[in-house]
């Protein structure tokens, strides 16, 4: 038994429902599928098939063997467009989503340096504070800060920036500098709509303890760049990714607070659907990415 065709065989049998549907995708007869995956079965000594006239589904053993099989394959798969990629010529257009503030600042000169190196690719951007599914709305790509979103996803890291909490020094003259997470209770804060629960901050002291503070204010809204603009024309608090908030730190409109406290920092991934069957376009894309911002140190507010 090719233990690899077989594992194969039974992953397509397993993604398209049933042993004919599988066949026909493989060019096997139904016959062939059926015994590659009995065979299969034999040979780990477990079913991994509940079988009926009308569709087949996992069993225990065969859920736990799929998720590992799938990667295995991809894993492989991966392996051999890396050997073959220096034949690859990238073409066609990747359909990319992020956020507004992340885009503008960092990824911008990225599509615009990666279509220098290669003409042939395009690019359709769509700009989003919400978490895109990237399989049902037909992305190939999204770049997310924070959480992936989903556990049916592939995530490579990008980098990290945290959060930073700041207000403006005209508001901090008029309203005082919260010393603790908690003075942020008596404080106009300005909230997030994608900042998950949006009226509790969450901060953490030297001992590594948690310090959740239940905020409110008088501006709330689905775009950090407004509120931090808000913030640096004086109408509070703000807790910001501090790629967000750095041009007006380091110009002096907003002024870093409770630094000490400071929240984990905050990964920024690149997320795909799956590795399996990735194109060599977001591939080398994605390549690209973790090379150009390998030197972004925190996309910090230093």
Not at 51 to 65: I, P
Not at 67 to 82: P, S
Not at 168 to 192: F, K, W
Not at 213 to 240: C, F, T, Y
Request: one cysteine or more; aromatic letters at 8%; glycine letters at 6%.
């Amino acid at each position: 038994m090719d233990r690899f065709s077989a594992i194969r065989i039974f992953a397509q049998v397993v993604e398209s429902g049933s042993f004919a549907k599988a066949a026909a995708r493989l060019g096997l007869s139904t016959t062939a599928t059926s015994r590659h995956v009995a065979e299969l079965e034999a040979h780990l000594q477990t079913r991994l098939l509940n079988r009926t006239t009308r569709r087949v589904s996992l069993t225990e053993n065969g859920q736990a063997f799929y998720g590992r099989a799938v990667q295995i394959l991809a894993d492989l798969e991966e392996a051999e467009q890396e050997a073959a990629r220096a034949a690859v010529v990238p073409r066609g257009t990747i359909k990319l989503t992020t956020s507004h503030a992340f885009a503008v600042r960092h990824v911008a000169g990225a599509i615009a340096a990666f279509l220098a190196r290669h003409p042939e690719v395009k690019f359709d951007v769509s700009l989003s504070e919400r978490i895109v599914d990237l399989v049902d709305e037909g992305f190939d790509l999204g770049i997310r800060i924070g959480g992936t979103g989903s556990e049916n996803i592939v995530a490579r890291p990008l980098g990290e920036t945290r959060l930073v909490a700041c207000a403006s020094p005209d508001y901090l003259a008029r309203r005082g500098t919260p010393r603790s997470p908690e003075d942020l209770e008596g404080h106009n804060c300005l909230t997030y709509e994608y900042l998950a629960p949006r009226n509790l901050w969450r901060f953490r002291d030297a001992a590594g303890h948690e310090r959740a503070v239940r905020v409110s204010g008088a501006l709330h809204a689905n775009s950090g760049d407004l509120i931090a603009q808000a913030a640096a024309h004086g109408a509070g608090v703000v807790l910001e990714p501090a790629f967000v908030v750095a041009a007006d730190v380091r110009a002096g409109r907003l002024v870093p607070l409770l630094q000490e406290f400071a929240p984990p920092p905050l990964p920024v991934y690149a997320v795909y659907p799956s590795r399996k069957h990735l194109s060599a376009k977001v591939r080398l894309f994605v390549d690209f990415l973790v090379q150009s911002f390998a030197g972004t140190r925190d996309w910090d507010v230093a």
